[in-house]
């Protein structure tokens, strides 16, 4: 099924919200998405689809249950006739699906000022029918290569809990990020955060480079799949008060 990579707009940030709403406990307000679009336009990506099919999987809520489409729609009223209109907001155009993103920034903390240009990933996810695709590592490195290449950052940073190992792999293995400390207490459930970070060079990140080891990573073994289930799943099931770390 054929995934496209572009950079993300205004556009879809209402289908951004809402990958990230089924996918993560880090949920942020409209305006939020709408700051990184409208400061940094170059550096948050979608993956989408033009297949149509009604991915069932996808519109599970966290503990398992299909939503009721009802759930699933937006309501706002037509400016002009004042009718409602119900937005969908798993497509971003008719027959346009997002299956993915990743929410970037440059680091703007007026405290840290002194420090070197660097970016933040705010947010990565992927609905669950579409993972194990590749779809995150493409998205990432296309992230990283417009923050290298058009904002001069010299390195980038992230946390992640320490629970999500996929995502742990995804960054350390796969794109090589480093783990610089464990922030306690990170997250608001409690659990702690690897702060990672990786030094942005331009050559390692050109597309022809990464092709290149894809390839050879072909003619390997993969990774055995070590998440036995879905973050939030995880999550819920512990008590989001209850968080094992
Ligand atoms: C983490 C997440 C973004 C990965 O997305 P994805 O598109 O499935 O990842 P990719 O297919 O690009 O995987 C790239 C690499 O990451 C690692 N990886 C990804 N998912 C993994 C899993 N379930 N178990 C082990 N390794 C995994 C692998 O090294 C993989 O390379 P390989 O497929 O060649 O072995 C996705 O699982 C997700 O959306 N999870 C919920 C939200 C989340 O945790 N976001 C990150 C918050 S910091």
Not at 25 to 34: I, V
Request: proline share 4%; with cysteine; charged share 30%.
């Amino acid at each position: 099924m054929p995934i496209n990579i572009r950079r993300a707009t205004i556009d879809d940030i209402i289908c951004m919200q809402n990958a990230n709403l089924h996918n993560l406990p880090e949920n942020y307000m409209m305006k939020y998405y709408l700051y990184h679009i409208l400061s940094w336009p170059e550096a948050s990506f979608v993956a989408t689809t033009t297949s149509n099919v009604f991915d069932e999987e996808d519109l599970k809520d966290e503990e398992g249950e299909q939503q009721q489409e009802e759930d699933d729609h937006l309501v706002i009223n037509d400016p002009i006739t004042g009718r409602e209109i119900k937005l969908d907001p798993t497509y971003v155009n008719p027959g346009e699906k997002l299956v993915g993103y990743v929410l970037v920034k440059m680091n703007d903390d007026p405290e840290q000022q002194d420090q070197p240009p660097n970016g933040h990933i705010t947010s990565l996810s992927v609905m669950r029918t579409y993972r194990r695709m590749g779809i995150a590592e493409n998205l990432m490195r296309q992230a990283l290569f417009a923050l290298r290449e058009l904002h001069d950052a010299e390195y980038v940073s992230l946390h992640v809990r320490q629970s999500n190992r996929a995502a742990l792999h995804l960054y350390r293995d796969t794109l090589e990020f480093e783990v610089l400390r464990i922030e306690k207490g990170y997250y608001q459930d409690g659990e702690d955060a690897y702060a990672m970070k990786k030094v942005l060079d331009l050559k390692e990140l050109a597309i022809a480079n990464f092709v290149h080891r894809k390839k050879a990573n072909d003619i390997g073994e993969k990774p055995e799949d070590d998440l036995k289930s879905d973050l939030l799943e995880e999550l819920i099931q512990g008590g989001l008060d209850d968080v094992v770390v």
